[in-house]
């Protein structure tokens, strides 16, 4: 779908994720500035942003969100008490979606006291466009708007649209912190390079293109991961000895026991 560049969007929190949604969004063309409104209470943000992107800055959510056809929420979850109560008078024919961490959508409805919402999980790569973004929608949600939807999260980079708001948890503990664990291993690697004797920006970059080439040829050829790691496991081995001590070390285990701990604390958000 193509939004109509005369559609009027408000941001209601220009933090990070924010100004990443409003970078994406004007970089893909899908609007602009003078179409977009950013409230913020911190006047070092609204002036950053508006200098940078030259969009409408407030300090007031009210009037930002007043005849906006879609309203970001992108505020911290302690923050959205307080977002819900100053934004309560929408219309029904606005689109409310909202990236806060665990809001779940009865507790958005029910707050804003509107019904076409949508709920978005996605994961820091939005700074550059890279994002993986879960959604959902309330039943109330209606066809175009949940295209305007897709529009602006595919905006964003890939995203995926489930019925069962029940993945949106799963989401938080798998994509949403996915990002610390990938850096993480990264990070590792090269710690791994230095400890044999590399220079660590030699492996830093060795690192950087292993890890990204692994992910296109599993992404290019669609190949399973396990048979293209069987590819490169020669029987008796270097990779099998490596294989061989990340199994010892409960690698695969630790990862699901990770991803199981983020999920159960998303479900407490
Ligand atoms: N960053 C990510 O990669 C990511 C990924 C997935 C989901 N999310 C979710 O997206 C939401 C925003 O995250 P973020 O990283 O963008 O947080 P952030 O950088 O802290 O941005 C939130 C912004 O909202 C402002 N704010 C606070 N109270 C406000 C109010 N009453 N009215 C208007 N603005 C207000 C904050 O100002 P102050 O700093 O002055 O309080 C800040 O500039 C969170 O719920 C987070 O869970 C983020």
Redesign the pocket.
């Known amino acids: 779908m193509k939004l109509d560049k005369s559609m009027k969007i408000a941001f209601?929190?220009?933090?990070?994720?924010?100004?990443?949604m409003i970078k994406c969004m004007l970089i893909k063309k899908l609007a602009v500035p003078q179409s977009m409104v950013i409230?913020?209470?911190?006047p070092a943000?609204r002036d950053w942003l508006g200098r940078e992107y030259r969009v409408t800055t407030l300090a007031d959510?009210c009037i930002a969100a007043e005849n906006a056809d879609l309203v970001v929420l992108?505020?911290?979850?302690f923050?959205l008490p307080?977002?819900m109560a100053?934004i309560k008078a929408l219309s029904s024919e606005q689109l409310v979606i909202s990236?806060?961490?665990?809001?779940k959508l009865s507790t958005l409805s029910e707050g804003l006291g509107h019904n076409a919402v949508v709920r978005a999980?996605?994961?820091?790569p939005?700074?550059i466009g890279e994002a993986m973004t879960v959604w959902t929608a309330t039943p109330e949600t209606g066809q175009r708007q949940k295209e305007l939807a897709q529009t602006v999260l595919g905006a964003l980079g890939k995203e995926i649209y489930v019925a069962d708001e029940k993945y949106l948890d799963m989401a938080t503990g798998l994509s949403?912190s996915g990002p610390g664990y990938v850096f993480l291993f990264i990070e590792s690697l090269i710690d791994a390079g230095v400890h044999i004797g590399l220079p660590r920006d030699i492996a830093q970059r060795m690192v950087i293109q292993t890890v990204y080439g692994s992910v296109c040829t599993v992404e290019k050829t669609g190949t399973h991961p396990a048979e293209l790691k069987n590819s490169v496991t020669s029987p008796g081995g270097t990779t099998a000895d490596g294989l061989f001590q990340l199994e010892k070390g409960a690698f695969r285990s630790i990862i699901i026991e990770a991803v199981s701990a983020a999920y159960r604390k998303s479900q407490g958000l």
């Open positions: 209601i929190g220009g933090g990070a994720m924010g100004e990443a409230s913020d209470v911190s943000r959510n992108a505020v911290k979850p923050n307080q977002i100053d990236v806060v961490a665990g809001a999980m996605p994961n820091t939005a700074q949403g």
